[in-house]
């Protein structure tokens, strides 16, 4: 068993590799995290449609929000003031802010991007914002995360190595103002929120407790590596982070972008070789689940990605055997449930038949299900890699999978 040497807040242990992939569990003030670890991604705090008991119960023990929509609504200040992200979704387990780099390169019209930080106008009233690496600290210090992201510069998959190159390069100068920033408000605390209009009779607000709430909560800076699907350009990502300051963690950003999906797995592996093996690493926005079992295997421990729920809201179950549209015809008379034994409401009481009839009659209750089956799905998935690291036998167990799980597809595209 390897051990890194972490703050105290923090500890990461690994065993039972099998090749790059390897057993871990990753110690945070909220909690621990058995991994490989798949993150549901509650974008404003809360996995649409589904409650933090759902996705407890379906195996989820770490959550992702999004630092850039908070800020926007209901504001960091807001959250900070009524106790802090954990207490005011009520997720008492581990949780991670991304800092907003993919919204920022998401919403490429409204946006412009300097070496200050990024201009961009609120999609939601069209209001001029300045968000800099800075005031991004600021932002995630008092939302409460355990876990926060850096201030990176995502570009397009496929760019070119000039625009990769600036990217990267402009991502390691925002980490050092992050770092610098981070560790000034461990130091000195937070600044006093302003004042605000709140009545006696109310349950008083944390920001009341004046000493207390300027203290900054126990948080990991993770940094982000950038370079797009170039490898020289990664390798000196990783150099310039390792070189910048010793990480609880360290992220692998800038893929599923655009990018062919042989391209995101080499460059995965190119990460897994220079990366620090006592470290946990995050590749950000992947989860679908074949690319989570081969990026299980080039040494990836944490995941996120909305495209479980998300596709799910839209009819699209995850099975063993691919993909499935539950709008379909074919399964108006099918009383098979989604998946065989698993454990989910979705496939514990309902067949495929009537998750279609709910889906054809716009019932809402259709996209809950189908959001709340993908998320155990996943998660259950990298259980299933877990269990299989532990045994010693994941390479042919990811092998096989695979093979079952793209059967489907690779029989459609030989009949077009």
Request: proline letters at 6%.
């Amino acid at each position: 068993m390897t051990e890194g040497t972490l703050p105290s807040s923090f500890r990461f242990r690994t065993a039972h590799a099998d090749g790059s992939a390897r057993l871990g569990w990753f110690d945070t003030p909220h909690g621990e995290v058995h991994t490989p670890a798949f993150m549901p991604v509650g974008t404003h705090g809360a996995v649409r449609g589904l409650t933090v008991h759902d996705v407890e119960r379906a195996g989820g023990r770490m959550l992702l929000a999004n630092a850039y929509h908070l800020y926007l609504r209901p504001g960091d200040e807001a959250v900070r003031a009524l106790g802090g992200l954990h207490a005011f979704t009520r997720w008492n387990g581990p949780m991670l802010t991304d800092s907003g780099g993919f919204q920022v390169f998401s919403l490429a019209k409204l946006r412009a991007v300097r070496e200050e930080g990024v201009e961009f106008r609120s999609h939601l009233d069209g209001s001029l914002h300045q968000y800099t690496p800075e005031g991004v600290m600021r932002i995630e210090r008092n939302l409460g995360a355990d876990v926060i992201m850096q201030l990176d510069e995502l570009i397009a998959g496929g760019a070119d190595v000039s625009a990769s190159r600036a990217a990267m390069e402009r991502s390691l100068r925002w980490l050092e103002r992050c770092r610098v920033e981070f560790e000034r408000l461990s130091h000195q605390g937070r600044a006093p929120v302003a004042p605000i209009a709140h009545e006696d009779s109310l349950p008083p607000l944390a920001t009341h407790d004046v000493v207390r709430d300027l203290i900054a909560p126990p948080q990991a800076l993770f940094p982000i590596v950038q370079g797009g699907t170039h490898d020289d350009l990664r390798r000196a990502s990783v150099r310039g982070i390792l070189d910048t300051g010793d990480w609880v963690g360290i992220a692998v950003g800038g893929l599923s972008v655009g990018e062919a999906k042989p391209a995101m797995y080499h460059t995965v592996a190119v990460c897994d070789a220079d990366l620090p093996r006592d470290r946990p690493r995050y590749l950000m926005g992947v989860g679908f689940p074949d690319d989570l079992v081969e990026c299980v295997a080039r040494g990836v421990d944490l995941f996120d990605c909305v495209a479980p729920s998300r596709m799910g809201r839209d009819g699209t179950a995850f099975t063993p055997d691919g993909k499935v549209q539950i709008r379909l015809g074919a399964f108006r008379y099918d009383r098979r449930p989604l998946v065989e034994e698993c454990p989910c409401e979705a496939c514990t009481h309902y067949d495929r038949a009537f998750l279609r009839h709910l889906f054809v009659s716009h019932e809402p209750l259709g996209p809950r299900l189908l959001a709340l089956h993908n998320v155990a799905f996943v998660l259950e998935l990298m259980r299933q890699a877990r269990e299989q690291l532990r045994a010693g036998t994941f390479a042919a167990w990811s092998a096989a999978w695979l093979t079952r799980y793209r059967a489907l597809a690779t029989k459609r595209e030989s009949v077009v």
